[in-house]
């Protein structure tokens, strides 16, 4: 790792080549067994190697298929989308989904240290209540409740913004704050959100995380000067000159290595090469949704039919890997500027609400950001101004389910990814109710100073505005749910997130989640990292 050049003080220049000395050492000289071995350095597995690293007892190896984070495209928050198709992004396709008219959804994923925070949008959204009460439901382990989750919360945030002891820390090493240097649009779309009946909140993971509706100023990891905070960066880089830390990038984990039902390692490409290490303790999975069940179902760990389908010899059957995959399906509504502004590529405004009164927790949302942005099937019936800004609104609660399947027995082969966006009948209605009201939001009172013209959609109803949101329909790439936590025949890992009848093997990662939580994600999935890290701990006596 290279010394990082958003970081000035003397001290980080020190820690830095420190690191890079220690890393230096420690790569050169593997050893064939560690403790414990984390799959994944994104906002999971980099926060479960960081905690299990600081028993300096534990030797811990950290696995990751990507490069180095020391990249202006990772540090520059406003650089991020140039990363979108770059080696920085696994680049994922969808199959083609009937419900969207035959059209393949770009999935991006993070390939390098940090996963999804290096890359994506830098929002730090906590989810709702009702999506942890749901956790600890489904899982029947208190500790996943939405109290347990925010003493969580407050612990590891470093929170910049106006006080607020009962929801915010300003003791850990997670660094947040308001959107700095926000565009103007930023204010004007809350008070367009309150205009038409939201309630506006201060932040938008205090109370309006307890509310059925809400609007802020959307929390980012960015840094007044424009730096980017990734979770790898805040959990585990500042112990990397450790020497019970090995990080190792460029390895891509190929399988599971196994002594009966218990797994007792991973086979690792790297630098050309085959490799082999050992884990004395356990093996974290924190690869993400779509690699942590292609990596369960190429080393047996799946349903029996599917493993027989394409040569897998079945080690455990567990018919839910793979299954219950869920993204945060949304649609870009689009106004042209009346002057173009600066650029600005953040999301800095963020509105929660109910598709129907009768829900008593949001399930649409949507975040506003200075861009322009749409899918090549309405770009070209609606055109792209040089100048606009987009209101991206999504269903938070979908329930469409989507299924990720092998297409052969080698670790090589691509994997198939079926979407199945918008095929409950339910998500049609929501996506409609979103669109209608982002229109209303985008065409008040207060942002017209803002406005030039609506782009898209304009005033359409009944079928046509059918096929525009079926023509929009893209993702947040918030892929989830596809290992998920609980207790019926489907699930796949407990609540403390350990693969049923499997010994030595945890997840963490997005792919647990039962359910996909109300807006962005990472947040959640550094959670997960905790949670999976207090169960390690507890259960090893770290």
């Known amino acids: 790792m290279n010394t990082p050049t958003y970081n000035d003080t003397t001290a980080d220049f020190e820690l830095a080549e420190r690191v890079r000395t220690n890393q230096k050492r420690l790569t050169a000289d593997l050893m064939p067994q560690y403790d414990f071995i984390v799959c994944g350095a994104g906002s999971s597995g980099s926060v479960v190697a960081r905690r299990l690293a600081e028993n300096p007892d534990a030797s811990v190896l950290l696995l990751e298929a990507g490069g180095s984070d020391d990249l202006p495209s990772v540090w520059s928050a406003d650089q991020w989308p140039t990363n979108l198709g770059s080696p920085r992004d696994w680049g994922f396709q969808s199959a083609p989904d009937p419900n969207l008219y035959g059209r393949t959804l770009p999935l991006s994923m993070g390939k390098v240290l940090g996963g999804g925070s290096s890359i994506n949008v830098m929002i730090w959204a906590r989810g709702h209540r009702s999506d942890w009460d749901f956790f600890a439901a489904e899982s029947g382990e208190p500790a996943w409740n939405y109290e347990s989750v925010l003493n969580i919360y407050r612990r590891i945030e470093d929170w910049r913004g106006e006080p607020d002891p009962r929801y915010r820390g300003t003791s850990g090493p997670v660094f ?196 322009v942005k ?41 994997i198939e990814i079926n979407v199945n966006a918008l095929s409950h009948p339910d998500d049609l209605r929501a996506a409609t109710a979103c669109v209608e009201f982002i229109r209303e939001v985008g065409n008040a009172a207060p942002v017209r100073p803002h406005v030039k013209r609506e782009v898209m959609p304009g005033c359409l109803k009944g079928g046509a505005l059918e096929d525009f949101i079926r023509n929009a329909a893209t993702t947040y790439w918030h892929q989830v749910g596809t290992a998920k936590m609980g207790r019926d025949a489907m699930s796949v890992v407990d609540g403390s997130l350990k693969v049923y009848g499997v010994e030595k093997l945890r997840i963490a990662d997005g792919s647990i989640m039962p359910r996909i939580t109300t807006a962005n994600t990472m947040a959640p999935c550094v959670v997960i990292g905790e949670r999976a890290a207090e169960s390690i701990k507890a259960e090893h006596g770290l």
Not at 199 to 222: C, H, Q
Request: charged share 20%.
């Open 176 to 371: 947040i704050q308001p959107a700095p240097n926000r565009h103007p649009l930023a204010a004007a779309v809350v008070d367009a959100a309150g205009s038409l009946g939201i309630p506006t909140f201060a932040s938008a993971n205090g109370s309006m995380m307890e509310a059925k509706a809400g609007a802020s100023i959307t929390d980012l990891r960015v840094h007044d000067d424009g730096s980017r905070e990734s979770v790898f960066r805040s959990y585990t880089y500042p112990y990397m000159d450790r020497p019970n830390l090995t990080v190792l990038t460029h390895a891509m984990v190929k399988q599971l290595a196994w002594e009966g039902n218990r797994v007792t390692g991973v086979e690792v490409s790297h630098g050309g090469q085959t490799r082999h290490f050992t884990a004395g303790t356990e093996v974290v999975l924190s690869l993400g949704a779509i690699h942590t069940p292609k990596l369960l179902m190429q080393s047996g760990v799946g349903d029996e039919t599917e493993l027989r389908r394409v040569g897998v010899p079945v080690r455990q059957h567990l018919p839910g890997v793979g299954q219950n995959y869920q993204d945060h399906i949304g649609f870009d509504c689009m106004w042209e500027f009346k002057e173009p502004p600066p650029p600005n590529f953040r999301a800095e405004a963020t509105m929660t609400w109910t598709s129907k009164p009768e829900l008593d927790a949001p399930d649409l949302f949507a975040c506003a950001g200075a861009i």
């Open 374 to 414: 749409t899918t090549p099937e309405n770009a070209a019936r609606y055109g792209i101004p040089d100048a606009g800004w987009i209101l991206f609104g999504a269903l938070s609660r979908p329930q469409s389910r989507g299924r990720i399947r092998l297409t052969g027995a080698d670790p090589d082969d691509p």
